[in-house]
């Protein structure tokens, strides 16, 4: 089935809420007293949106298999609420405490018995719930629907806004004394109601959070599991990703191949977006044994290359892959063989590869370094839109439709069919694919 960008961030901000709603209701049930649970002061906890809408994507090209439709849900709320509550604790230094942290990649029985339980959730709420919400959604005129998108949105940004200012004074706050009366002064002239108010929900919301602790800052560049860190994690595993995959088709098909995900430069998105995946979901297995790590690899390795298969299909009209003729596939889009792979890959990224890589980057001088990754970041989000734009011209092309504004005469003559078909050989537009 078809969605509209409108109508995917509207299912989102509604089961955002919807989620938000269940979880507070659990907790008033649990703790004898109603309370905000989302980190946003609106009504809304992104994770379930998040999950519901990834879902909604997915769960249909799974047919009426609901054991499969299970697993991917619980694998795709798991390594959301996994991702959400990275940012938290990077949001809030450390001091809000992941009282919900359940997921199937934690390791414990209890944690991922509860995971379970929360993906059956998911699973009625699209089963049963979805198709209500989707008739009520197209029932709505679409410009109702266009505003209400924009306005959520605007109020979603606004919230996010004074949350990271209210993050950033009270972690400066920390520092030393002439920082705090200078930043006191701050609150005075600027957000002194707002910054009581949000610190005090946040803290009636998480009673065990800690109070940020004075003391000076260690001058390493990207130390631990941080924003400079996974951005360099990811440039250096899609390049390595790329020359990989380029290697492999030379060593068993005797042709070199173009693997990149991009116009500019051997960078593999797939392989970059895997690296940091598999960094964040996975530290929590990371102490324990193999077979732990493996298993966690072993399905989010594969949900994760059949979600790309699916955006790719969905967002871009395009096919890049497809197993449907080798044995024990998942719809054509990834099979065991390959989630084996990604167990094995899991088990050498999180133990060996890592920690090396981990080292040898925070040896760069913070200086150069955050330099150089604002410049690696600015050039890979261009990189990818002016590639996306060259594919999505490319398969209009296909269709037969000619330019009609000067933007899609650029492309055609910037980026022609030749040069799409040499980056991206193994593109295939969908109807030919199903064809």
């Known amino acids: 089935m078809a969605y509209s960008y409108w109508e995917l961030a509207l299912y989102f901000f509604f089961y955002s809420f919807l989620g938000w709603l269940v979880e507070v209701g659990i907790y008033a049930i649990k703790e004898k007293r109603v309370c905000n649970r989302g980190i ?17 994507l997915l769960l249909p090209t799974l047919e009426s298999n609901y054991i499969f439709q299970l697993l991917m849900a619980l694998i795709v709320s798991s390594a959301v609420r996994n991702l959400a509550n990275f940012l938290i604790e990077r949001l809030g230094k450390g001091r809000i405490p992941k009282d919900s942290d359940y997921s199937m990649f934690s390791g414990e029985l209890g944690k991922s018995t509860v995971a379970l339980l929360i993906a059956l959730g998911f699973l009625f ?10 008739l009520a959604v197209h029932t709505l005129p679409q410009w109702l629907s266009i505003l209400s998108v924009i306005v959520l949105a605007v109020l979603s940004c606004a919230d996010a806004a004074v949350l990271l200012y209210v993050f950033h004074i009270d972690d400066r706050d920390g520092e030393n004394e002439q920082r705090r009366r200078e930043y ?7 957000g002194r109601r707002i910054y009581q108010l949000v610190w005090g929900r946040i803290e009636r919301a998480y009673p065990g959070m800690e109070k940020a602790l004075p003391g000076e800052r260690c001058h390493v560049f990207a130390q631990g599991i941080c924003f400079d860190k996974l951005i360099w994690m990811f440039m250096i595993c899609a390049l390595l990703g790329d020359l990989i995959e380029t290697l492999y088709c030379k060593l068993t098909i005797d042709v070199w191949m173009s693997r990149s995900s991009v ?5 593999s998105i797939v392989w970059g977006v895997g690296a940091v995946l598999l960094t964040i979901v996975l530290q929590k297995v990371v102490q324990k044994d193999d077979r732990y790590v493996f298993l966690a690899g072993f399905f989010l390795g594969g949900a994760y290359e059949y979600l ?28 065991l063989l390959f989630c ?12 060996v590869c890592y920690p090396r890589l981990s080292g040898w980057i925070e040896r760069v001088p913070p200086v150069p370094g955050k330099i150089l990754t604002w410049i690696m970041l600015l050039f890979m989000i261009c990189n990818i839109l002016i590639s ?7 398969t209009d092309r296909m269709a037969g439709k000619a ?8 492309l055609d003559q910037r980026y022609n069919d030749a040069l799409v078909e040499f980056v991206w050989p193994n593109l295939r537009i969908r109807d030919r694919a199903n064809t």
Do not use: Q
């Open 125 to 134: 709420v699209y089963l049963l719930v979805h198709p209500v919400v989707f």
């Open 184 to 190: 006191s002064r701050d609150k005075a002239r600027f």
């Open 40 to 56: 946003l002061t609106l009504p809304l906890s992104f994770s379930y949106g998040i999950s519901m809408v990834l879902l909604i």
């Open 340 to 351: 084996f792979f990604w167990g094995v890959l899991a088990v050498i990224w999180v133990k």
């Open 388 to 394: 996306a734009a060259a594919m999505t011209r490319y």
């Open 263 to 267: 116009i500019y430069g051997p960078f």
């Open 308 to 335: 790309c298969s699916v955006f790719t299909e969905v967002f871009l009209g395009t096919v890049f892959w497809d197993y449907s003729d080798m044995p024990l596939n998942i719809g054509g889009r990834t099979n």
């Open 403 to 410: 330019a009609d504004n000067a933007v899609e005469l650029f």
